[in-house]
């Protein structure tokens, strides 16, 4: 069967949610703080998953924080799929949490061809991650 039992709780504005899920699995530890500028990162997703069908990792480096949303910048590329993927970092030795992938950075040419910057993503921080999760459910 699928694994998603129900929807918990969502944060349609950072496009993240808590799922109810029916499987065993690891967890993974939430960052005390943002990345620093340069701090290398690992982005994890399922992109193109209609034709690739695996789990992909790609590696970055933290560039900042989006003055626009406050997000996490980073050279890892992303592309569609891996929105909702995790992106990691190494502290003091342990893989943790430090944002969510939100969307891939986008561009236009004088108003006109959108277009994706797929080495560029953009992720909701752990600041957020930590205060969504310490608010209470949705009411339904």
């Given at each position: 069967?699928?694994?998603?039992?129900?929807?918990?709780?969502?944060?349609?504005?950072?496009?993240?949610?808590?799922?109810?899920v029916d499987i065993n699995g690891p967890f993974i530890t939430l960052s005390e703080s943002k990345p620093v500028d340069d701090t290398k990162v690992v982005l994890v997703g399922y992109p193109a998953n209609?034709?690739?069908?695996?789990?992909?990792?790609?590696?970055?480096?933290?560039?900042?924080?989006?003055?626009?949303?406050?997000?996490?910048?980073?050279?890892?590329?992303?592309?569609?799929?891996?929105?909702?993927?995790?992106?990691?970092?190494?502290?003091?030795?342990?893989?943790?949490?430090?944002?969510?992938?939100?969307?891939?950075?986008?561009?236009?040419?004088?108003?006109?061809?959108?277009?994706?910057?797929?080495?560029?993503?953009?992720?909701?921080?752990?600041?957020?991650?930590?205060?969504?999760?310490?608010?209470?459910?949705?009411?339904?």
């Amino acid at each position: 069967g699928k694994p998603i039992v129900k929807v918990l709780k969502i944060d349609e504005e950072n496009d993240i949610a808590i799922l109810e899920v029916d499987i065993n699995g690891p967890f993974i530890t939430l960052s005390e703080s943002k990345p620093v500028d340069d701090t290398k990162v690992v982005l994890v997703g399922y992109p193109a998953n209609n034709y690739i069908g695996n789990i992909i990792l790609t590696e970055g480096r933290v560039m900042g924080l989006s003055p626009k949303n406050n997000r996490i910048v980073a050279t890892t590329p992303a592309a569609p799929g891996n929105s909702g993927g995790g992106l990691f970092t190494i502290v003091n030795g342990e893989w943790v949490l430090v944002g969510i992938l939100a969307e891939v950075a986008g561009t236009t040419i004088e108003g006109m061809f959108p277009a994706m910057v797929y080495h560029l993503s953009l992720s909701v921080d752990i600041d957020t991650i930590k205060k969504f999760l310490s608010v209470p459910s949705n009411p339904k």
